[in-house]
Antibody, heavy 116, light 108 residues
Framework: QVELVESGGGVVQPGKSLRLSCTAS????????MHWVRQAPGKGLEWVAV????????YYAESVKGRFTISRDDSKNTLFLQMNSLRPEDTAVYYC?????????WGRGTLVTVSA | EIVMTQSPATLSMSPGERATLSCRAS??????LAWYQQNPGQAPRLLIY???TRATGIPARFSGSGFGTYFTLTISSLQSEDFAVYYC??????????FGQGTKLEIK
């Protein structure tokens, strides 16, 4: 069965960096586009970034463009999100999701808290 | 950017009743629309894609309809586990992929 497990969240000061990971299993990781979606406490869902199955195309929300980088390591079935210059408004649960168009599977998420 | 607007924000209903949730797009998204369900403290799960196709394992009481700018999610007979927050998402024109703000379905 498909499983996505995020890790790397935690408490970080504004301006600092954090790297999230998402380890996938139960499907051929290298054949699928993957997204990061976040959810601020008590709020709705916000799309963050997407990466094509072959790494050829990647896109970002305007709110994170220039600060976040999505990448993948197919040899380790892992998706990454490098987050730099973090802001308090980046505080959220970050989910990785499988699929290029719609998200047919979601991980449980990892909480990132940006606070002094 | 395509703006997705869901209504109502909160829907109060009783088990066994029929629920209809709406989602409107600021411009046509064709049938490139998905619905997700999120229970408290859990990750969202896919219910419907292509506006009307149920995802794997989704009960038949869930159905989606619509095309273009107006879509509905119908739950034919509410079960206790259906009381949750529901989101629509368009994937016709991106980036960005955009979600509605959600409809909370609560027990009356």
């Amino acid at each position: 069965q498909v499983e996505l497990v995020e890790s790397g969240g935690g408490v970080v000061q504004p301006g600092k960096s954090l790297r999230l990971s998402c380890t996938a299993s139960g499907f051929i990781f290298s054949k699928y586009g993957m997204h990061w979606v976040r959810q601020a406490p008590g709020k709705g869902l916000e799309w963050v970034a997407v990466l094509a199955y072959d790494g050829s195309n990647r896109y970002y929300a305007e709110s994170v463009k220039g600060r976040f980088t999505i990448s993948r390591d197919d040899s380790k079935n892992t998706l990454f999100l490098q987050m730099n210059s973090l802001r308090p408004e980046d505080t959220a649960v970050y989910y990785c999701t499988k699929g290029w168009d719609y998200a047919d599977y979601w991980g449980r998420g990892t909480l990132v808290t940006v606070s002094a | 950017e395509i703006v997705m607007t869901q209504s109502p924000a909160t829907l109060s209903m009783s088990p066994g009743e029929r629920a209809t949730l709406s989602c409107r797009a600021s411009q046509s998204v064709g049938s490139n629309l998905a619905w997700y369900q999120q229970n408290p403290g859990q990750a969202p799960r896919l219910l419907i894609y292509g506006a009307s196709t149920r995802a794997t394992g989704i009960p038949a009481r869930f159905s989606g309809s619509g095309f273009g700018t107006y879509f509905t999610l119908t739950i034919s007979s509410l079960q206790s586990e259906d009381f949750a927050v529901y989101y629509c998402q368009q994937y016709n024109e991106w980036p960005p992929y955009t979600f509605g703000q959600g409809t909370k379905l609560e027990i009356k």
